[in-house]
């Protein structure tokens, strides 16, 4: 029965839930007028930063100066002055006229009491140290009390303690009164500094703001101006207003057209662009639509049928069929046409065919499932014509070892190698006695495994080198097709993947996720912009792959597992070379059957004596 890839009972693509993530409407949105931002009033600003100034001046550092003397914490220091100083130095002066007599001490009282009154009155003028001033009023204190006492006893010394205690009082209030308006004008001084910079401060502000207010309008403006300018959407699809917005956040043109049609990857976008945006310019620039746009999946980007159109096809990745694709021999064409179907197109899930006798280079990064992606088209080989395997690994020859001819080891591989070019000379020699161009024969196709691990395995050889190289230059026409497989796209360095003068050769190549661009651009050549280096290294990615010439579209492989493998019917190819000449000579005639003795001499390339004798009695 035949295989659909794809069951038709799969719901069709559905993208609502892409224009919601987009925040996209069939409509366009009506823009809203801007609001207009007030004015600015400096004046306002500046008078408003000096108030909250004053207003922290009064919380934070009030004036001192102006509260009561009993609220500044100066009452302990005026008792001190008041009531202890007269009474220490009164107590001093009653000792000294005691001891000294009465006439003496009250000389020398008065005279210390008028000397520190004089140096006081000069202390307070020229503003000295409290601790200065306070020796002087002791000096004045402790003189008249030293006078009293030595003049007289009882009252006269009270009195001279009360006037003492007076003088004090008087002398303290005096100072405070002095000092406080010195500390007033120091406080207003500091408070105008404090305001300048404050009106400093403010102004700079406001041309901050005013600045701030400015820019905030000419974005205002451009955005008006984009909003008015933006392409009309009515009637467009989600993807195609996904990908007009996108293309204009990111260029600020609109697009001359976009048409949009649905595949089973995703969709496919025919983009006209405008003539002030080239196609090399779109395309060097479009990751950043693509970061425009938020989709899960990735973009692939080709040049369009005109010169101004491009390509845009976008892969979801949360649409990735991971349903089983078997290999059944119904999905084989007819080989009269000269075709082999590979897989199916993920986008359309149509069968690929491609041609079978032609040279393939199959590219693929080590876990992409490249050795059993292969495995379709040598089963095509090996039901329509000869298959050789040289694997240069050998995991994969113990498969079809029980189907077709296989070569694992050196001298195996070396023997493979040589009885293929045999063939392929032979044939040229049974084409030049039929005077043909092109072989009409069964295909002996060669697939090379691990061609990097071949490939050093020969080069010392200077002789089986060339040979080799042969077979993909000249063997094509003869009807023996070389396929080679590699996981090392390389052309340089010490153990290559593909020889650099095979490569050219290959015009048939399918790839597989390589590792970087330079491996895809020597696995696809000039398709290398199909960016098979940027397919997900998922499993359910392994077979997919990009085939060249076909274009940008994801071809799945057929899976063929083991079982379907072994059974495939047994053919194991034998070269002319490795025949006897009888052998050859009667395979050639069964082929050939009108032909003369010298026809088949000089197809086998022997002398006819050679060959009559190898024919004798057969």
């Known amino acids: 029965m035949a295989f659909e890839p794809y069951p038709s009972k799969r719901n069709d693509p559905d993208w609502s839930e892409f224009a919601d993530a987009h925040d996209l409407a069939r409509q366009p949105r009506p823009v809203a007028p801007a609001t207009p931002l007030p004015e600015l009033d400096v004046n306002a600003m500046i008078r408003l930063v000096e108030q909250t100034q004053r207003v922290q001046s009064a919380i934070h550092e009030p004036e001192r100066e102006k509260l009561p003397w009993w609220a500044k914490h100066h009452s302990a220091k005026t008792v001190y002055w008041t009531v202890a100083v007269p009474t220490l130095v009164s107590g001093c002066a009653n000792i000294a006229a005691h001891e000294w007599g009465a006439t003496g001490p009250a000389v020398t009282g008065g005279l210390v009491s008028a000397a520190s009154m004089g140096l006081g009155v000069l202390g307070l003028n020229n503003k000295w140290r409290s601790q200065g001033l306070a020796v002087m009023l002791a000096g004045v204190v402790g003189g008249a009390a030293w006078s009293a006492a030595a003049a007289g006893g009882g009252w006269t010394e009270v009195m001279a303690w009360l006037a003492s205690a007076g ?3 008087g002398f303290k209030l005096v100072w405070n009164r002095k000092h406080a308006e ?16 404050a009106k400093g401060d403010a102004v700079k502000s406001a041309s901050a703001i005013r600045d701030s207010l400015g820019l905030m309008r000419l974005q205002q ?91 845009v096809k976008f892969l979801d990745n949360t649409k990735v069929n991971r349903d089983p694709m078997p290999w059944d021999v119904s999905v084989m064409p007819d080989n009269r046409g000269g075709l082999m179907s590979i897989g199916v197109n993920t986008e359309t899930g149509e069968p690929v065919h491609v041609q079978f006798d032609e040279r393939l280079l199959v590219c693929g990064a080590s876990g992409t499932g490249k050795s059993w992606s292969t495995r379709p088209m040598l089963a095509h080989a090996h039901l329509n014509g000869d298959l050789i395997m040289i694997d240069g690994k050998g995991e994969e020859a113990n498969v079809w070892r029980s189907a077709c001819r296989v070569a694992v080891e050196a001298e195996e591989i070396e023997q493979a190698i040589d009885a293929a070019h045999a063939e392929m000379n032979e044939r040229k020699q049974i084409m030049s006695v ?27 050889d200077k002789g089986r080198l060339q040979r080799y190289r042969e077979l993909s230059s000249l063997g094509r026409s003869r009807g023996v097709v070389l396929w080679l497989a590699t996981q090392k796209p390389t052309m340089s360095g010490t153990a290559p993947g593909i020889d650099s003068m095979m490569a050219g050769n290959f015009l048939n190549r399918f790839s597989l996720r390589v590792a970087t661009e330079q491996e895809a651009r020597t696995a696809l050549d000039d398709c290398a912009h199909y960016e098979p280096n940027k397919i997900s290294d998922d499993r359910a990615m392994r077979g997919h792959g990009y085939w060249k010439g076909y274009g940008s579209a994801l071809i799945r492989t057929w899976t063929m597992d083991d079982a379907a493998v072994r059974r495939l019917p047994v053919s194991v190819w034998t070269g002319g070379s490795e025949e006897s000449l009888d052998t050859r000579a009667k395979r050639y005639l069964a082929a050939n059957p009108d032909s003369s003795q010298r026809a088949v001499a000089a197809a086998l390339g022997v002398p006819e004596s050679t060959l009559r004798k190898a024919m004798k009695g057969a």
């Open 167 to 169: 003088a004090t009082l």
């Open 434 to 460: 039929r005077g043909i161009s092109v072989w009409d024969g069964p295909q002996l196709t060669v697939f090379v495994d691990e061609n990097q691990v071949v490939l050093s395995l020969i080069s010392a």
């Open 221 to 311: 403006m451009q955005r008006d101006a984009l909003a008015a300018a933006a392409p009309a959407l009515q009637g467009a699809t989600p993807e195609e207003s996904a990908l007009r917005r996108a293309v204009w956040d990111v260029f600020q043109v609109e697009l001359y057209s976009c048409n949009v049609r649905y595949t089973r990857t995703g969709w496919v976008a025919t983009v006209g662009l405008p003539v002030s945006l080239s196609r090399n310019v779109a395309h060097a620039a479009w990751d950043k639509v693509c970061s425009a746009l938020r989709a899960d999946g990735r973009f692939v980007i080709t040049d369009g049928r005109l010169s101004n159109e491009l390509e």
């Open 182 to 197: 010195s500390k007033a004008k120091v406080a207003l001084t500091e408070a105008k500094v404090r305001t300048e910079m």
